[in-house]
């Protein structure tokens, strides 16, 4: 299993985690519930990284895949005016990821971060582990430290 940034940086901190591989498929519509549907996890827990900016500054949400982000949660979880999905290549420049492959864990740049409440309440949740086609679980808590995240509502 190869080592990714997010692989490696959870490792720094001592953080275990499960890796689950799947076979990704580069045309599916929604790759998140994608890899749900190929590891037969529910959708809630199986959480999409996507990247934003809030008031013109970069910033993470993590969500579950079958959700969208309200930009009026977004904003108001980030103390921020204004929110806005960040364009492709710009999240892909910040993060060092591939979308698709786009993790929290280890992106080239530290950005705040926050995991939609609903999906902390879960015992495990899964995440991108920074390549196409390799999820991590972890504890919801385990995320939250290692991401210095706050836990807040973030879906429409």
């Given at each position: 299993?190869?080592s990714?940034?997010?692989?490696?940086?959870?490792?720094?901190?001592?953080?275990?985690?499960?890796?689950?591989?799947?076979?990704?498929?580069?045309?599916?519509?929604?790759?998140g519930?994608?890899a749900?549907?190929?590891?037969g996890?529910?959708?809630?827990?199986?959480?999409?990284?996507?990247?934003?900016?809030?008031?013109?500054?970069?910033a993470?949400?993590v969500?579950?895949?079958?959700r969208q982000l309200?930009?009026?949660?977004?904003?108001?979880a980030?103390?921020?005016?204004?929110?806005a999905m960040?364009?492709?290549?710009?999240?892909?420049?910040?993060?060092?990821y591939?979308?698709g492959?786009?993790?929290p864990?280890?992106?080239?740049?530290?950005?705040?971060?926050?995991?939609?409440a609903?999906?902390?309440?879960?015992p495990?949740?899964?995440?991108?582990?920074?390549?196409?086609?390799?999820i991590?679980?972890?504890?919801?808590?385990?995320?939250?430290?290692a991401?210095?995240?706050?836990?807040?509502p973030?879906?429409?």
């Open positions: 299993m190869s990714t940034p997010a692989l490696r940086a959870l490792a720094a901190l001592g953080i275990e985690v499960t890796l689950h591989p799947y076979a990704y498929d580069p045309k599916a519509e929604a790759t519930l994608q749900a549907e190929a590891l996890i529910d959708p809630t827990v199986m959480l999409k990284t996507l990247m934003v900016e809030v008031d013109g500054k970069p993470c949400c969500i579950p895949s079958d309200s930009m009026k949660r977004v904003a108001s980030f103390g921020a005016k204004s929110a960040m364009p492709v290549l710009k999240a892909e420049k910040l993060t060092g591939h979308v492959g786009i993790s864990f280890g992106q080239k740049r530290a950005v705040p971060t926050v995991i939609e609903s999906a902390c309440t879960a495990r949740i899964w995440i991108n582990a920074g390549q196409r086609g390799l991590l679980s972890l504890p919801p808590e385990a995320a939250l430290i991401l210095h995240a706050k836990a807040l973030l879906i429409a």
